[in-house]
């Protein structure tokens, strides 16, 4: 399966599961390309794009959606942060935590919120990583990667280098 626009490591090992017959809905909407990897049931890591958007973005409306979203986040409530990845990544069943701080940052043709967080999941104690990112073309772009928190503790050095790895392409 083809990946643009966008691209990311992740560690050896990992398996990407077909996405091609499911339907993901994020904020009501579908993506236009959704990739999922596993580890053992332990960790995910999970991509979508949106289409494009219908009206033509600029660069400048493109940072001001993303430095909305970093005020957003850095006054939002540990119950907020909870119900807002309540179905993403490994899933919150309650308050989140942030453990790392939310900061933008440019990730090649775009621009990106990021922050990390631990949160009770279905399987226990949970930690993540999300990045939500715009391309310059205008395209929403979500990437996560969440784990239980007994894997991120041996595994913390390949789950942080694979979110530095992500980049939109185009």
């Known amino acids: 399966m083809s990946r643009p626009p966008a691209e990311y490591s992740v560690p050896a090992g990992w398996e990407e599961d077909d996405q091609d017959n ?3 809905v994020i904020d009501g909407e579908t993506p236009e390309q959704w990739v999922e990897h596993q580890s053992g049931g332990e960790a995910i890591v999970q991509w979508s794009v949106m289409s ?13 959606a993303i430095d909305a979203g970093l005020e957003g986040m850095k006054s ?5 942060i909870g119900y807002l990845r309540e179905a993403a990544g ?54 996560t990667v969440s784990t239980a928190e007994g894997f991120w503790d041996e595994h913390a050095t390949e789950l942080e280098a694979s979110a530095d790895s992500f980049r939109i392409t185009d």
Do not use: F, N
Request: charged residues 20%; contains cysteine.
């Open 90 to 143: 490994m899933g919150c069943v309650g308050d989140a935590t942030v453990v790392d701080p939310p900061r933008t940052e440019e990730v090649g043709a775009g621009y990106a919120l990021r922050y990390g967080y631990t949160c009770p999941s279905l399987s226990g104690p949970s930690r993540s990583i999300v990045i939500t990112a715009y391309g310059w073309d205008g395209r929403k772009h979500s990437w």
């Open 22 to 24: 499911v339907t993901h």
């Open 52 to 64: 494009p958007p219908q009206s033509e973005p600029t660069e400048e409306r493109v940072r001001e």
């Open 76 to 80: 939002a409530t540990p119950q907020q």
